[in-house]
């Protein structure tokens, strides 16, 4: 088989980019996905926010990608159909330091293009009567997505472009060849001219295969959630933060409203013992060793506070007490039995070899034959329509 193009992933990152590909050339470009559905890892499991941006420092990739992302996913959202709403946010300060982190946010809501202001606790109380805070950021851009359904219509729209897609298909190993890649599958090999390598959570061990992006490594971190009883989902109108820690890349135990009315708490941040790791019981010995093995895990964790914080996080995932203890910082009237066990996803967070999480969106090139997407990390879904697009920007450079 050969085509033009193969995408490896079909998860947002994935589909958005042979979406736009196909959008961008006449080439021919297929996509291939080891499960037998689209968006059953990270795209398919996680809180279904449009993170608006005003988290993010101005001027750097991610944050004109989850602005410009947030605004084009609601167009192409109304326009197919997809479950999408502007509910907003509140980030809750409960602390004066919180409260002064506010002030930084508002000033990056701001050089972002972001409309989002400080509010008092009164009206904080007015948006959201159970909130506990001093003071709130307010974003009222914030939304709430059916993500799976959004993968779908966008790879329905690609299909329409001319995309094949080729499901429970795993790609084995990438080999190159004097005309691009040889992309060896369990159900066979596929020749392409480029290959763009969208895996989430295995893309650096595609990557690596052939040599490239060695500096960047997956570390696993489980989110879990539960979710409110139908009779207390009026705890929560709408999104629930808590102030974020600018060191840390997680946002904390946090309330969403979603789009179906039911309102998820979570997600946590746990270390997971295998990159599909899905239950606090799961271990993937290969993912573990490989883990343990990476002296980027040893130089995440020599860090007091990332050690003190990764204790923390995995406490509230065998005891839902503590769960609910983090829980009911945001809203106090939450109580241990309002919280029902709901789904959990794996964070494909990247490390450097030097232990930093890294925070920014990270692709490599691959001479004129390959982009390998090593860290499509959150808001990966927000920012998945400008990143695909570039992503095929740059396709289109090499092809
Ligand atoms: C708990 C959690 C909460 C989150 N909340 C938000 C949020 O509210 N808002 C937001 O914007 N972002 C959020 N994110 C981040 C966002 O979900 C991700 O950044 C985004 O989904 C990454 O998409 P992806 O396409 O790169 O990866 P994935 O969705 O993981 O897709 C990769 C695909 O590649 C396939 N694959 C892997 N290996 C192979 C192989 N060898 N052969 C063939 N196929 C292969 C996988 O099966 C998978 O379908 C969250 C993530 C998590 C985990």
């Known amino acids: 088989m050969e085509h033009d193009v193969v995408v490896v992933g079909g998860g947002c990152v994935g589909v958005s980019t042979a979406y736009h590909v196909a959008g961008r050339t006449d080439l021919d470009v297929a ?74 946010l508002a000033a990056q809501a701001d050089a972002n293009g972001v409309d989002a ?50 499901l429970d298909t795993e790609v084995a190993s990438l080999d190159r060849t004097a005309g691009g890649y040889s992309v060896r599958t369990d159900s066979g090999t596929i020749d392409a001219g480029v290959v763009v390598n ?15 992006g060695e500096r960047y490594h997956v570390v696993p971190f489980r989110g879990e959630y539960y979710e409110l009883p139908p009779d207390r989902r009026d705890l929560v109108n709408s999104m629930v ?5 600018p060191e840390l890349p997680f946002l904390g135990v946090h309330y969403t409203r979603r789009t179906d009315g039911s309102v998820i708490v979570g997600p946590n941040a746990v270390l997971a013992f295998g990159r599909e790791a899905y239950e606090n019981t799961d271990v993937d010995l290969d993912d573990l060793r490989d883990a343990l093995s990476y002296e980027g895990f040893w130089r995440l964790f020599a860090s007091p506070k990332m050690l003190r914080v990764a204790a923390a996080e995995l406490g509230t995932s065998f005891s839902k007490a503590r769960f ?30 030097g232990g930093d999480l890294v925070k920014q969106p990270v692709f490599v090139e691959d001479d004129d034959r390959g982009v390998h997407v090593l860290n499509a990390v959150s808001p990966g879904l927000t920012c998945s329509l400008p990143f695909g697009d570039h992503l095929a920007e740059r396709v289109e450079a090499m092809a």
């Open 31 to 104: 996509l291939v996905e080891k499960e037998h559905r689209l968006a059953a890892h990270q795209s398919g499991r996680n809180s279904g926010v449009l993170h608006p941006g005003f988290n993010y420092e101005p001027g750097t990739r991610k944050a004109e990608f989850a602005v410009e992302g947030t605004r084009r996913m609601k167009a192409f959202c109304d326009e197919h159909g997809v479950p999408c709403e502007e509910v907003g946010v509140v980030v809750a300060a409960r602390s004066d330091a919180e409260v002064r982190r506010l002030d930084d």
């Open 117 to 166: 202001t400080v509010v008092d606790g009164e009206r904080l109380r007015e948006l959201e009567p159970h909130a506990a805070g001093r003071e709130a950021l307010h974003c009222p851009e914030a939304a709430s997505v059916d993500a799976q359904q959004y993968v779908y219509a966008l790879a329905r729209e690609a299909r329409e472009r001319g995309v094949t897609l080729h």
């Open 198 to 212: 969208a895996a989430g959570l295995h893309a650096d061990r595609l990557a690596h295969s052939v040599g490239v």
């Open 241 to 245: 933060y808590p102030t974020p820690d």
């Open 324 to 353: 609910a203890a983090a829980a009911r910082k945001l809203v106090p009237a939450v109580t241990e039995s309002d919280l029902a066990p709901s789904y959990a996803g794996v964070r494909a967070q990247v490390v450097s070899r």
